[in-house]
């Protein structure tokens, strides 16, 4: 079970960039979840992912060299999903409908992108918590780059909706 969580039922062992698959196959269960207008799952998968994870990666990481192996990936799809909560959230609200092609798709792509450029660059708060080398660094270096993936994602669909849309009608 640790091993099945940590690697996020083996999308962990994927190679290459064994995070940048588990953020698609997260993004993609979101997706699959938003389309079924169960929004709230995104949220919900996110607390999930994020307490499975700060009990699995300890003990996946006790006994071994490396403090932060590629294919532990659960900090991945946790910070996915949590980037993906502040699309899920609001979209639930307001009844938008979050296709893959078609609907308010873009929704999805920022979260996306936005998430992996933050867990690659590890700005601020997000390297600090990085370089500490144990467990909870492992997960909180991705809880945050979901919070500033999210919080990017907001003021974006702010600046599109509020200045461009309007501009290009």
Known sequence: MINAVATFFGIGHL???????????????GLLAMNQ?????VPLGAVAATVLGFWAVPLYLRGRDDSDPSEVVIDEVAGQWIALSFTAIP???HGLYIGLWWGAWPAWVAPFVLFRLFDIWKPWIIGQADRRGDAA?????DVYAGLFAGVGSVILAGLYHAVLQPWLM
């Open 37 to 41: 207008g169960l929004y709230w799952l």
């Open 15 to 29: 190679r290459p960039a064994s995070g940048t698959w588990a953020s698609l196959a997260a993004v993609l269960l």
């Open 137 to 141: 660094g492992v997960m909180l270096d």
């Open 91 to 93: 979209a639930m609200n």
